[in-house]
């Protein structure tokens, strides 16, 4: 059971870091284009991409970040634990 969990979360994780880059790089290349058409130029539609292009990294950086925080955190707490029997068994090894 604890497998299908681990790969729902993969899956919904995948495809959130897929929305969180569409999103931005559709809009700014829609904001562009409006732009480009409206003020009959030719540079928006460029500008617009890069910065949705930028965004859209930003925010798969922030997205990954908070979930691999919570994965180290738990990692560390458990490697904590581990060290802690070792030196309590080495302790307990010494005093016999």
């Keep these: 059971m604890k497998t299908d969990k681990t ?9 959130q870091i897929g929305i969180t880059m569409l999103v931005p790089i559709l809009l700014c290349g829609w904001i562009g284009r409006y732009l480009d058409r409206h003020f ?11 910065l949705g292009i930028l965004a859209a990294f930003r925010n798969v950086y922030v997205l990954t970040r908070q979930f691999y925080a ?7 707490e458990e490697l904590n634990y581990i060290a802690n029997l070792k030196k309590t068994a080495k302790k307990h090894t010494d005093d016999v």
């Excluded at 009959?40 to 890069?50: E, K, Q, W």
């Excluded at 919570?70 to 560390?76: G, I, R, V």
């Design 7 to 15: 790969v729902i979360k993969a899956l919904c994780m995948i495809s």
């Design 40 to 50: 009959n130029s030719g540079y928006f539609f460029i500008i617009f991409i890069i």
């Design 70 to 76: 919570k994965d180290k955190a738990k990692e560390d």
